[in-house]
Nanobody, 124 residues
Framework: QVQLVESGGGLVQAGGSLRLSCAAS????????MGWFRQAPGKEREFVAA????????LYAEFVKGRFTISRDTAKNTLYLQMNSLKPEDTAVYYC?????????????????WGQGAQVTVSS
């Protein structure tokens, strides 16, 4: 069992930055690749970024490349998403998730533990 709790969401102006954190507890954090997803009102949940068990490999959605950075601190059992140059279309609830895969993946059905979500709102 893995418990995930996101924090760091909020309201920011376009062009600004936010850093999301996801604190993990339960089974060993470094056993699993981790990911971030987001869901905007009326839209399906979509992949944002993923990171391998020890942080050596990352995967990003095209729409966040160059703006967002995923990282993890195994000593603190924490996953991060640094979001820069935010746009109004980045407004969504952001979820961290733990994957049952052995590699970084973008398919949400391969993630079996989810946090409760953090609201990110970007004003124009």
């Amino acid at each position: 069992q893995v418990q995930l709790v996101e924090s760091g969401g909020g309201l920011v102006q376009a062009g600004g930055s936010l850093r999301l954190s996801c604190a993990a507890s339960g089974r060993t954090f470094s056993d699993r690749p981790m990911g971030w997803f987001r869901q905007a009102p009326g839209k399906e949940r979509e992949f944002v970024a993923a990171i391998s068990r020890l942080g050596g490999n990352t995967l990003y959605a095209e729409f966040v490349k160059g703006r967002f950075t995923i990282s993890r601190d195994t000593a603190k059992n924490t996953l991060y998403l640094q979001m820069n140059s935010l746009k109004p279309e980045d407004t969504a609830v952001y979820y961290c998730a733990a994957s049952r895969s052995t590699t970084v993946v973008r398919t949400y059905t391969l993630y079996d533990y989810w946090g409760q979500g953090a609201q990110v709102t970007v004003s124009s």
